[in-house]
């Protein structure tokens, strides 16, 4: 039946896709971060989809702490529920992600007309570069700034090296870093087919000022805070590496 279940889901992903991709080009071109707003409305139907067909839910623990305006939001990256669900959780932002992912048929089209900031990984200064220079004209159209630290996704219960580029940001552009846990990936595992059942759990954290240190001692407590929420909220999925017990 969860097979099914998720052969269905594809099916309607790839029906609804392509003519949501092309509603994308009016807005695109007629209003202020239209595309964006198509955008999320296409992860706004997919999370649907999700809860209804696949029944995989999620909870948010902190929405108190989402600022008033404009930050950078500083998440744990397990799957690609997240890219979804973030757009539902904030308000309108972009992601930053590598440059080779606007190639893709669709999503990666739609992530270049939504302004995602596109960086070339395999060269770290021009990297950089792209990131502040891109990075502060979606500050001044009043966007968010969605970014994964640690650059790739992890399988649950791993942890990558957190990279400096969002807190280097929040230093120029005066925008706060908002630390971000979930578990996604104990239901949606990387590059998998099989979606799973269940609730995902996302921890918001309290704001770190922009002015509150270096950017290395930024994320050190962006990823010190992260890495202690995972360890609350890991071995609960049916993908999860050691369970806890019930």
Not at 21 to 30: D, V
Request: positive net charge; contains cysteine; proline residues 8%.
């Amino acid at each position: 039946m969860l097979l099914l279940r998720n052969l269905l889901y594809w099916l309607l992903l790839c029906l609804i896709t392509p003519p949501m991709f092309l509603f994308l080009f009016p807005p695109a071109l007629l209003f202020p971060n239209g595309a964006g707003k198509m955008g999320r409305l296409w992860a706004l139907t997919l999370l649907w989809m999700l809860k209804n067909i696949i029944g995989l839910k999620y909870r948010v623990i902190g929405r108190e702490n989402i600022p008033a305006g404009p930050a950078i939001i500083c998440s744990k990256h397990q799957s690609g529920w997240e890219t979804l669900a973030l757009q539902e959780i904030f308000p309108l932002h972009v992601y930053v992600a590598k440059r080779e992912l606007f190639k893709l048929p669709f999503f990666g089209w739609g992530l270049k007309l939504t302004k995602a900031i596109g960086i070339d990984r395999s060269n770290s200064a021009e990297a950089s570069r792209q990131l502040m220079e891109q990075g502060i004209a979606r500050r001044n159209e009043g966007l968010w700034i969605a970014i994964f630290p640690e650059g790739t996704r992890m399988p649950p219960g791993e942890r990558g090296k957190y990279r400096y580029g969002g807190a280097r940001m929040a230093k120029m552009f005066e925008m706060d870093l908002v630390p971000v846990a979930l578990n996604s990936g104990e239901f949606w595992p990387r590059n998998s087919f099989m979606k799973y059942p269940g609730e995902i759990t996302v921890i918001i954290g309290q704001p770190i000022a922009h002015n509150s240190g270096t950017p290395e001692e930024m994320m050190k407590r962006c990823e010190h805070w992260i890495e202690e929420q995972q360890s609350q909220i890991s071995g609960v999925g049916p993908c999860a590496k050691s369970p806890k017990a019930v």
